[in-house]
């Protein structure tokens, strides 16, 4: 009998270590959680939201432009502005009055109008923004709006107790781009030096060819432990929009 009873415990432990595995490997399942005609928001892990906004564009179309916004402790940053400054005010009063977030940050990834067409609603509200040196002289040059801080090579912010980062790995899409991410969930923003599974090379007017997939190559090798990518248009994904790029842009053609 003692030994029935010993067996029917360890067969009730092993049952419970499973059922908690199992919830901690369940995948986070993405949900859109906000839609306006404008504006779309979708969660895709506990902290992270995709921001969607639309570009009307002379060869592409009305383009549905992303942007990441990572939260923790109440706090909020974000990459990337929504594409004008209607569609970003509407993003500010819904992580204010539906999330309750303080936004401590805005940071485009490059000076295109998909990055920080919406800055002066930002500048407007009071919440610091901050780009690459090299984001800033170019959006002076085209008389865009302009960050208020810089830096050069990389950015690390605090967000609650956790860990924020932007970094310039090399030109691509751009001269300045640069990448975001949160390191607690390994959740990459790449904007749009990344792009999406099958998507065409985009717009090349300002861009470096011949050292784009180098770029992708160091973001690839600095972060093996990434889970979640972000494009700027279109699907995230995994790493495979990494080596997709990669290969897309390999010959420098």
């Known amino acids: 009998m003692k030994i029935i009873i010993n067996t029917l415990l360890i067969i009730i432990i092993c049952i419970t270590i499973f059922n908690c595995s199992s919830q901690k490997l369940e995948v986070f399942e993405s949900k859109e959680i906000y839609k306006s005609n404008d504006l ?12 969607t906004s639309f570009l009307q564009t002379n060869d592409f179309g009305n383009v549905p432009c992303n942007g990441l916004i990572v939260t923790n402790n109440n706090e909020a940053i974000i990459f990337d502005t929504p594409t004008n400054d209607k569609n970003s005010e509407e993003l500010i009063k819904w992580i ?4 309750h977030f303080k936004i401590n940050a805005i940071i485009p990834t490059h000076f295109h109008d998909d990055c920080l067409g919406g800055l002066k609603a930002f500048d407007k509200n009071g919440i610091p923004s901050y780009a690459n040196y090299k984001t800033i ?16 090579d990389s950015l690390t912010l605090i967000l609650g107790a956790e860990i924020i ?3 310039f790995f090399g030109e691509g899409h751009t001269r300045d781009n640069i990448v975001g ?4 969930e390994n959740v990459m923003f790449g904007g749009c030096l990344i792009k999406e599974i099958d998507a065409s090379k985009g717009y090349l007017g300002d861009a470096n060819v011949a050292d784009w997939s180098g770029t992708v190559e160091k973001v690839k090798k600095e972060y093996p432990d990434v889970k979640i990518v972000i494009p700027g248009h279109g699907d995230y994904g995994d790493k495979k929009l990494l080596d997709y790029t990669i290969n897309l842009f390999r010959h420098g053609k």
């Open 40 to 51: 779309i928001v979708t969660q895709i892990t506990e902290n992270c939201f995709v921001h």
């Open 96 to 99: 204010k009055e539906t999330l």
């Open 137 to 152: 002289e170019l959006a002076k040059e085209h008389n865009y709006n302009i960050p208020k801080n810089s830096f050069k």
């Open 165 to 167: 980062t932007a970094k």
């Open 181 to 184: 991410y949160f390191s607690s």
